[in-house]
């Protein structure tokens, strides 16, 4: 493994293949020092420990999380204690409580959560999800309406609602009372409701921002359990244990894309260990469709196994299967959810092949890939709008800068569409700059994706304003498009023990990346060209030792189309997997980018 080194032009790559500056990422000798000291760690693990922003002293929290340590105490949320003595009252006087949740995976968790207490609290809760296509995100008068009119008493709102003004206000009118449990960014003054608990909200002080939904009803879920031991409601029946829950928890937190940190570092932590045991019938069902068996569960469980299906019910089929899979006891009806929502993913990709495909097609016949422009806006006539988020989050990575994608309805001549930005560019307040100046139909987001509406006749004006508006952030954003390294290592120090030493750094995600590694000087051999555009090869050093890798979507872009060559004297970096097919216990490179000596 070779010596660390300096920050700056990392291997003299200035310009990788992909466009990008390389650097190895920073880190305080002091601090990395401590943390061998402290830990025994290697010098590489305490190196990578110390870039992550763990200073002396918080290496045990890290390495180690526990609830006891980290649990934040639940009043320190706003409005969190009134949120917790509504819901019991209403439960003590046998109102009728109803959950409203989003469509997606963290939405699903969280209902699945607050339906798993109430069980156990003898209690059924009615989950409402509003269809994606005909209602849209969050709460709306019509489905307050539909609520009241079945009886609710009480809504509890979870991953939305904290900027449902209107319906809010409707639910008012109509005597429906609301407690909105979220965590978006949301404006100075809060709705209406019965009580509002977002530690995004102003005045809010509980310092857990980076938290999903799911994890603020799991801190919920505490408070209902501290209300009830304080009304002795746990007198003649057990406190329900939330710790039995905590792999939904973490589900939400990986599959929102949340900063893994803190108290939700612990959280995701120590969910996945839940997880591990599958005995949620609904993620057990789920991992058995798609041909995986019970293993230790890790991020790639709930962010590319789970997480997906779960979707594919809010973006191309019913919304609610979700969070039904997720708090059903049954087998049986886990079994058939799991079934109908594998379906639906399979679908899903189909579809977003098919309008991934197209709006590369329109893009280069413009030629927006190539040019000066700041950010790339396509359209096109029937693209479904369940997948338009996930086409543009391709094609960001593919081209390196925003790119929103539009799905236009014939018949109206109404676009709705998602957009994903690049570092450095705030893609939602542009987006909601261009609502104001009435070039929208609705629109907003924020700093990395956002979301709109717009009338199709609009749509140059809009990609010309939404031009000049980020030009100045573009020179911004494409110095901070740099690939940051942690350790450079040769083909043959590239084992399973030197994974697993890493490991120890899990779970990764936002604020904890997972290590990058550097190897320079090795030749792409044995290319393979696998369907989907992915490349495969070994990736042979000096001394013939050799690695195997894979290039995901790199076929028809510069990096693939080096490794497909077999072009020698390659610098490469990516990360590590785990690769134990027939029984070889070994390790392969995910590539993430290649740099040519001869071209940086």
Wanted: hydrophobic share 45%; proline share 5%; glycine share 12%.
């Amino acid at each position: 493994m070779a010596d660390s080194l300096s920050q700056s032009d990392f291997l003299d790559v200035r310009r990788s293949l992909s466009g990008r500056a390389w650097r190895m990422r920073a880190a305080d000798a002091a601090v990395v020092r401590a943390h061998i000291q402290e830990h025994g760690l290697e010098e590489p693990v305490a190196r990578a420990l110390a870039a992550r922003g763990v200073a002396s002293g918080q290496g045990a929290d890290f390495l180690h999380p526990t609830l006891k340590a980290l649990f934040p105490d639940p009043s320190s949320f706003r409005g969190m204690d009134g949120a917790a003595a509504a819901i019991v009252d209403a439960l003590s006087s046998g109102r009728s409580i109803h959950v409203f949740a989003d469509y997606d995976v963290d939405g699903a968790s969280s209902a699945a959560l607050l339906v798993r207490w109430f069980r156990a609290m003898g209690a059924e809760l009615p989950i409402y999800v509003p269809d994606r296509l005909k209602e849209g995100y969050g709460p709306s008068p019509a489905a307050f309406d539909s609520l009241k009119a079945a009886g609710a008493d009480l809504v509890i709102t979870v991953d939305c609602g904290a900027a449902a003004e209107t319906a809010l206000a409707h639910a008012a009118a109509i005597s429906l009372d609301v407690v909105v449990v979220d965590h978006h960014l949301m404006r100075e003054t809060a709705p209406f409701c019965l009580a509002l608990v977002n530690p995004n909200q102003p005045g809010c002080n509980s310092g857990q921002g980076n938290l999903a939904a799911a994890g603020v009803v799991f801190v919920l879920l505490a408070a209902l359990n501290r209300e009830g031991r304080s009304r002795g409601l746990f007198a003649d029946r057990p406190q329900p244990d939330i710790r039995d829950w905590m792999d939904l928890a973490a589900l939400g937190a990986v599959c929102d894309v949340t900063s893994l940190t803190g108290f939700n570092r612990a959280l995701t932590s120590l969910g996945l260990r839940v997880m591990s045991d599958w005995s949620n019938p609904g993620l057990r069902a789920l991992l058995e469709v798609a041909g995986s068996s019970p293993e230790k569960a890790k991020v790639g469980h709930a962010g590319f196994i789970l997480g997906p299906r779960i979707n594919a019910g809010g973006r191309i089929g019913r919304a609610d299967l979700g969070a039904r899979l997720l708090s059903t006891d049954d087998p049986t009806e886990a079994a058939k959810l799991a079934h109908e929502l594998d379906l639906l993913n399979q679908e899903r990709r189909e579809v977003e092949r098919q309008v991934t495909e197209s709006a590369i097609r329109r893009v280069e016949a413009a030629g927006w890939e190539g040019d000066d422009s700041s950010v790339i806006v396509v359209a096109g006539e029937d693209w479904h709008p369940g997948v338009v988020g996930i086409v543009a989050g391709r094609l960001r990575e593919r081209w390196r800068k925003p790119v929103i994608v539009i799905g236009v309805d014939p018949v109206t001549g109404i676009g709705k569409g998602s957009g994903r930005s690049q570092p450095g560019m705030n893609l939602g307040r542009a987006i909601q700059a261009a609502w104001e100046e009435g070039l929208l139909l609705a629109g907003g987001g924020h700093a990395m994706a956002g979301g709109l509406t717009i009338e199709i006749g609009r749509l140059e004006a809009f990609r010309l304003w939404l031009n000049d508006r980020l030009r100045d952030e573009r020179e911004l954003a494409e110095e901070m498009d740099f690939v940051e390294v942690d350790v450079l290592l040769d083909p043959a120090a590239a084992t399973r023990a030197l994974f697993d030493t890493f490991e120890r750094l899990a779970p990764f995600g936002p604020g904890n990346p997972e290590p990058v590694f550097a190897l320079s000087g090795v030749q792409a051999r044995e290319p393979v060209l696998m369907n989907g555009g992915h490349v495969r090869c070994r990736l042979v050093g000096a001394d013939g030792a050799s690695l195997r890798a894979v290039a995901w979507r790199q076929a028809d872009l510069p990096v693939g189309q080096a490794l497909l060559a077999g072009a020698g004297g390659l610098r490469v970096v990516g990360r590590l997997r785990a690769d134990d097919w027939n029984g070889r216990r070994g390790v392969q490179l995910e590539i993430e980018d290649v740099a040519d000596p001869r071209m940086v």
